[in-house]
């Protein structure tokens, strides 16, 4: 089949290889507009874009979908089939109906669980044990369509979203080749989503990465590893912001014991840093002070000269 790739991040990288590999033929890539980042603010294009480049494929960067020349120039590409990956626009209807089998999206979920714009951050926040990747046509619901496949993962206990999201990456590249292949050869039967078991998982904003001393410390935890890396777990000290690496609860039964400290409250040693939350102690990994690079947390604090009773979120 003729197929037009759309996606957007590096997390759409592989399947964008996949495809390039496979026997279909790649016809063009539909991307989002090149953006500014760095100190420069200079322009910088996708990844996708880049890769698209180097394989010599037709390149479209419309700043919506509904534009009438982007729409357009995707009819003269002539694809069976559009597939997508972290593109990061909603599609139209009149662009939906452009290709004869549609648009077909590898979503990081198992739909109907975590429709929506971060399945995999909101599935290590509600600390779900097994998460999968799904192929599915897209319609114009939030990923609402008829499922083709499906492949399931493990999260592991100390997995970051960033961790996942690449092993889910790679996982469900060949489970989309496959389902261009089924719909190729006639095989495919999309099945409707039930209607028990629907999530939705918004987009995570920076106010949803601070993390909540009050909260009992395995709360903690997924929340610092479901911002990682972005849009990064984060407090507040002396009246500064403090970024937050991955933490660690910290058992009982640890050789001295643990202390006793409330919510926020900073017991800073020779080799690590404790932290009181709501139930429980966590220890703190990397932190990143305001126009700082990262470090570790027991340097961070024998910079400050923590004293006692200090507490992280004031």
């Known amino acids: 089949m003729r197929v037009v790739f759309a996606g957007t991040p590096e997390v759409a990288l592989p399947s964008l290889r996949a495809i390039a590999e496979s026997t279909h033929e790649l016809v063009g890539v539909v991307t989002r507009p090149d953006a500014r980042s760095g100190r420069g603010r200079t322009l910088q294009p996708s990844p996708v874009k880049e890769l698209a480049l180097t394989l010599g494929v037709p390149v479209l960067t419309p700043a919506h979908p509904r534009e009438e020349d982007f729409q357009a120039a995707l009819r003269e590409l002539a694809p069976d089939v559009c597939a997508v990956v972290a593109y990061g626009a909603l599609l139209p209807a009149s662009a939906l109906a452009i290709p004869p089998h549609g648009w077909i999206n590898l979503h990081f979920s198992l739909l109907p669980a975590w429709r929506g714009a971060a399945p995999v951050q909101h599935a290590i926040l509600a600390g779900d044990e097994i998460t999968g990747a799904s192929t599915f046509l897209i319609e114009e619901g ?16 100390r997995d970051t979203s ?8 790679q996982a469900g590249a060949p489970l989309l080749v496959a389902t261009l292949d089924a719909i190729a050869d006639g095989s495919a039967v999309p099945v409707p989503q039930p209607g028990e078991g ?7 904003e920076v106010a949803d990465a601070e993390v ?8 903690v935890d997924r929340r610092v590893r479901a911002c990682t890396p972005a849009p990064g777990a984060w407090t507040t ?8 690496g991955p933490v660690e609860p910290v058992a009982g039964a640890e050789p001295g014991g ?11 040693g020779k080799r690590d840093v404790l932290v009181g939350t709501g139930s429980g102690v966590i220890r703190l990994g990397t932190v990143r002070p305001v126009g700082k690079k990262e470090m570790a947390a027991a ?4 910079g400050m000269r923590i004293e006692a009773g200090e507490r992280l979120g004031e």
């Open 162 to 169: 960033g961790e996942l999201l690449e092993r889910l990456a």
């Open 198 to 204: 629907i999530s939705y998982a918004p987009k995570i």
């Open 299 to 302: 340097d961070w604090a024998r």
């Open 212 to 219: 909540r001393w009050s909260d009992p410390a395995f709360a």
């Open 237 to 244: 000290f002396r009246g500064q912001r403090l970024g937050l």
């Open 258 to 268: 643990v202390p006793d400290l409330a919510s926020g409250e900073l017991s800073a």
């Open 142 to 157: 939030l990923d609402t369509g008829p499922v083709y496949g499906s492949m399931t993962e493990r999260i592991r206990p």
